[in-house]
């Protein structure tokens, strides 16, 4: 029989008395009562519809809040780039400026009054391009040190991290670069290689997982301000799937894209472990995504295999409770 450790990746935690602020899911043993304990959601986190997109594309980021997201780029038909840039600002989505260089497969950081864009199709003349949001406008910035597509990014408009993506010749990279508001440093690579990935996080703590090796990947990977370190998988293998962009790495929500076919999964991170919980309405792929974790999300966009402008809205589980194990 798999033990706890085997199944979740971890051990039960031997406390005195009960965590302060348990996450939903959290097991440990309170050796003052005797008893296992653990903290369970009082309700279900949950997708409901939202005002769709005006434009519809696919192979694009989002990066905000649920209540201040923008997206820019992407593709609108095979093939055909796009600079669409579109902010929702809790209720509804509103076209503005484009981006200077039309480009999928971009990577995005910030919220919809600063914000940056990088990478991006056709390598050749977008992979290192890097442009700045600053509430009305689009500025071309310094370039990345490594051109490249499908690069994902988190963190703000001045300090972000570009990771990972595909060259000009589709191989897929472990780079990883530095935004300082002026310029990117390469520091240190991801341990695995890929492409079309999700993070979230800042440049001190962040998460990245996800993503296409080939074929799709589970690896999560942990950075601490210096190096990644491989920590839990994901339940399942995707690419090209949307996910928040929050500054509290230790709350991330997944959700759809490309697992061998169309998926609408969406998992849960608590900072140790991943988590399936309740499906996109809309199963699809190449979406964007943007939140503050997983309590609160946004998914829009993507292909079902035709591009759409369906946004549903994600709202987390209830606070947790904290409950006590029984043998009955």
Known sequence: MATYKEIYGSTIEVVTSDPENPVTGQIWYNSTDNVVKGAAATTAGA?????????AIRHFYGTGNVSTTITAGGQNTPGAQSGVTEIFDGTSWTEVSDLNTARAYAGMSGDSTAALAFSGQPVASSGALTELWNGSGWTEV???????????????STSALAIGGNNAVGTRQSVTEQ????????????????????????????????GEVPPQTAVTESWNGTSWTEVNDLNSVKESS??????????????????????????????????????LGTARYALGGSGSG?????????????????TEQWTGAGAPLTVTFTDS
């Open 47 to 55: 997708w409901a519809t939202a005002n769709s997109r005006n434009a």
């Open 179 to 210: 935004w300082n508001g002026t310029s990117w440093t390469e520091v240190n690579d991801l341990n695995t290689a890929r492409s079309k990935a999700s993070s979230q996080g800042t440049v001190t703590a962040a998460l990245a997982f996800s």
């Open 294 to 310: 997983s309590t609160s999300a946004l998914a829009f966009g993507g292909t079902p295999p035709n591009n759409v402008t369906t």
């Open 142 to 156: 310094n370039d990345l040190n490594t051109a490249r597509l499908s690069a994902t990014g988190t963190g703000s």
């Open 242 to 279: 949307g996910s928040t962009a929050g500054s509290d790495y230790t709350s991330v929500l997944i959700f759809g894209g490309y697992t061998g076919s169309v998926t609408g999964q969406t998992e849960q991170w608590n900072g140790t472990n991943w988590t399936e919980v309740a499906d």
